[in-house]
């Protein structure tokens, strides 16, 4: 059973343009969900997160859209640069102290 | 320099053999968590600490254990038990449980 489905596996962006990838989850006790970013050989390290109080955030050229209601959220990375190129992935944590879990990952090539 | 340092890098196993992957962490954090990672398939949670000398199982337990020890360190053993051990083997923590996870570099895990 996957408690957070990510898509799409892959994505090919140009240079500039806007990358969207997104989640769904179905356990409604969740409320953290953060955005991790991997290059190859490297652990995850934390990109932007947000809470279910709030329906968007943004850092710089990234922002988290977030629907509850859909049970939905995404991550939007504006201005998309050939160093965004690695490997996105979504979490979610709830009540209870309970460990992440996490989407299977995208893999984002922005191409020049 | 605060961190997560997980040693070796690359790591060997012969089959019938058990090998200890170590990870220490300098961030005074309560929580620590090792992940498998797997070409396509996210980061999948083994086992977790949330204080010492406790822990929990994760998703996929079967064929590892753990120990805590100290605060700072949080090794896993892959057992002979463990049938497809090749992985990329990720260790975090975290200040508070479930939130803000840093990871350490990895090991990557193969089977001579």
């Known amino acids: 059973q996957q408690q957070v489905k990510q898509s799409p596996q892959s994505l090919i962006v140009q240079k500039g343009g806007i990358s969207i990838i997104n989640c769904a989850y179905e356990?409604?006790?969740?409320?953290?969900f953060p955005w991790y970013q991997q290059f190859p050989g490297k652990g995850p390290a934390l990109l932007i997160a947000?809470?279910?109080?709030?329906s968007e955030k943004k850092e710089g050229r990234f922002t988290i859209s977030f629907n509850k209601s859909a049970k939905q959220f995404s991550l939007h990375i504006m201005d998309s640069q050939p160093g965004d190129s690695a490997t996105y992935f979504c979490?979610?944590?709830?009540?209870?102290?309970?460990?992440?879990?996490f989407g299977k990952g995208t893999r984002l090539s922005v191409i020049a | 320099d605060g961190g997560i340092t997980q040693s070796p890098k690359y790591l060997f196993r012969k089959e019938g053999q058990n090998v200890t992957l170590s990870c220490e962490q300098n961030?005074?954090?309560?929580?620590m968590y090792w992940y498998r990672q797997d070409p396509g398939q996210g980061l999948r949670l083994i086992y977790y600490?949330?204080?010492?000398?406790?822990?929990q199982k994760g998703d996929i337990a079967e064929g590892y254990s753990v120990s805590r020890e100290k605060k700072e360190s949080f090794p896993l053993t892959v057992t002979s038990a463990q049938k497809n051990p090749t992985a990329f083997y990720l260790c975090?923590?975290?200040?508070?449980?479930?939130?803000?996870?840093?990871f350490g570099s990895g090991t990557q895990l193969s089977v001579l």
């Open positions: 975090a923590s975290s200040h508070i449980p479930g939130e803000k996870l840093f």
């Open positions: 356990n409604t006790a969740f409320d953290y």
């Open positions: 947000i809470r279910p109080d709030v």
């Open positions: 979490a979610a944590s709830g009540a209870g102290n309970t460990p992440l879990v």
């Open positions: 961030l005074n954090h309560d929580a």
């Open positions: 600490s949330q204080i010492v000398n406790d822990f």
